[in-house]
């Protein structure tokens, strides 16, 4: 059974600071690896899609990586922004449509 | 275009009743997937739905049921309802089902909000 970790949970940084959030799955036979982002009360947005075959995707300030054969993946926030603030949530896709989710990191930046 | 639509946000029922939600995917999508999310469990697959045929479904109880129509429109169903079935329930769209080399990009809804009392 697929299960997925997101370290850490909760996360309290400055304005300005880089940083890095984690995730790691059990089973390494995904399609692909996606990070949402998630604002209190609202769905997911869809931030980052790593197809299995991939190592890195960028977009903007945020970028994401991902090593399948260590079921693990990392998402850095470059020059963090209180814009940023939200629960960021990785997701391995290995059926379908079928995602298993971590428990998220909750992210606060401080103006 | 027009996002992934779920309807109604927000709802309260009592215990034993039912509930049916209600999405629309984005135009043109064929696919949909259904997620609860609880605090204590966090985001969790319920079922999804290609060509009106349910393909997938997760480790929910019979209660817990779906349907899509041919217009890829898709309801969810939730009866004799609990106090555990509280959660927020959202709704993905996805262009069509892809196998192991495609890359199935889901588009997330804002959720409906079931609140049982």
């Known amino acids: 059974k697929q299960e997925v970790t997101q370290i850490p949970a909760a996360l309290s940084v400055p304005e300005g600071e880089n940083l890095v959030l984690n995730c790691s799955f059990t089973?390494?036979?995904?399609?692909?690896l996606q990070w949402f982002r998630q604002d209190p009360g609202k769905g997911l947005t869809s931030l980052l899609l790593?197809?299995?075959?991939?190592r890195e995707q960028t977009s903007g300030r945020l970028n994401a990586s991902l090593d399948k054969s260590s079921g693990r993946s990392t998402l850095y926030i470059a020059a963090s922004q209180p814009g940023d603030s939200a629960t960021y949530l990785c997701?391995?896709?290995?059926?379908?449509?079928?995602?298993?989710f971590g428990e998220g990191t909750q992210l606060t930046v401080n103006p | 275009k027009a996002g992934v639509t779920q309807t109604p946000r927000y709802l309260i029922k009592t215990r034993g009743q039912q509930v049916t939600l209600s999405c629309s995917p984005i135009?043109?999508?064929?696919?949909v997937s259904w997620y609860q999310q609880t605090p204590g469990q966090g985001l969790q697959f319920l079922f999804e739905?290609?060509?009106?045929?349910?393909?997938n479904k997760g480790n929910f109880p019979g209660r817990f049921s779906g349907r899509q129509f041919s217009n890829s429109r898709s309801e969810m169903n939730v009866s004799t309802l609990e106090l555990g079935d509280s959660a927020l329930y959202l709704c993905?769209?996805?262009?069509?089902?892809?196998?192991?080399?495609?890359?199935?990009?889901?588009?997330f809804g804002a959720g409906s909000r079931l609140t049982v009392l």
């Open positions: 135009s043109g999508h064929r696919s």
């Open positions: 993905a769209s996805i262009p069509r089902l892809e196998g192991r080399a495609g890359a199935n990009v889901l588009t």
């Open positions: 790593i197809q299995s075959s991939q």
């Open positions: 997701a391995v896709n290995t059926s379908g449509s079928r995602l298993t």
């Open positions: 739905y290609f060509s009106e045929t349910q393909r």
């Open positions: 089973d390494s036979a995904i399609y692909n």
